[in-house]
């Protein structure tokens, strides 16, 4: 079964400032896609950005941009500029193969941005 | 386009009971998927139903169980209840036909409390 880690529980960053969630995760699957949500505080889990196994060049949706390294197995998470609507849970999820337990959250950043 | 909703939005249950929780995907979405939320356990994959038939399934007992029916609307069942089912159960729904790699939106979730 696949695993993802994410090593900081929490994380704090100034506004305007740069910060970068990381997420490693154990697969033995080639095929699958990595995946950013954010869960705001009492707010519906949204996608931030995602990120297919087999595409080379790193996603990047406008502030939001992914360090992908396939072969360390490292799916990073930076924003840019932040904002204080960027705070909130962020989760690392693993989704595809063909292993037992196809998708696997990772357990949570939570993201706190100071004005 | 309406987003995914749930019913109910809390439900306070006793030890031994039965509950069944509802989701609606949005407009045009056929793919269902149900998780768990937990301080301990953090965000668990239940299930995921595609075109009425369940097509991945996460590691949970067999007193958790669901349905799609013919207009993509899903129902979750958990018999004979537990304190540790306690959770806030979300569910998405994707685009996807039952690959679990298709960007899922979330919705709200069902809080419910085992006593």
């Known amino acids: 079964a696949q695993t993802v880690t994410q090593s900081q529980p929490e994380m704090s960053v100034q506004e305007a400032e740069t910060v970068t969630l990381s997420c490693t995760y154990d697969?033995?699957?080639?095929?699958?896609?990595l995946f950013w949500y954010k869960q705001p505080p009492s707010r519906q889990m949204i996608l931030v950005i995602r990120?297919?196994?087999?595409?080379?060049q790193n996603a990047t949706e406008n502030r939001f941009s992914v360090n992908f390294q396939k072969a360390a197995k490292s799916f990073s998470l930076k924003i840019s500029d932040s904002q204080l609507g960027d705070a909130a849970m962020y989760f690392c999820?693993?989704?595809?193969?063909?292993?037992?337990?196809?998708?696997?959250f990772g357990q949570g950043t939570i993201l706190t941005v100071h004005p | 386009k309406a987003g995914v909703t749930q019913t109910p939005r809390y439900l306070i249950k006793t030890r031994g009971q039965q509950v069944t929780l509802s989701c609606s995907p949005i407009?045009?979405?056929?793919?269902v998927s149900w998780y768990q939320q937990t301080p301990g356990q953090g965000l668990q994959f239940l299930f995921e139903?595609?075109?009425?038939?369940?097509?991945n399934k996460g590691n949970f007992p067999g007193r958790f169980s669901g349905r799609q029916f013919s207009n993509s609307r899903s129902e979750m069942n958990v018999s004979t209840l537990e304190l540790g089912d306690s959770a806030l159960y979300l569910c998405?729904?994707?685009?996807?036909?039952?690959?679990?790699?298709?960007?899922?939106?979330f919705g709200p979730g069902t809080r419910l409390t085992v006593l």
């Open positions: 998405a729904s994707s685009l996807g036909q039952g690959t679990l790699t298709d960007t899922q939106y």
């Open positions: 990120q297919e196994a087999y595409k080379q």
């Open positions: 697969t033995s699957e080639s095929d699958y896609y």
């Open positions: 999820l693993h989704a595809g193969g063909t292993s037992y337990g196809k998708l696997t």
């Open positions: 139903y595609f075109s009425e038939t369940q097509r």
């Open positions: 407009s045009g979405h056929r793919s």
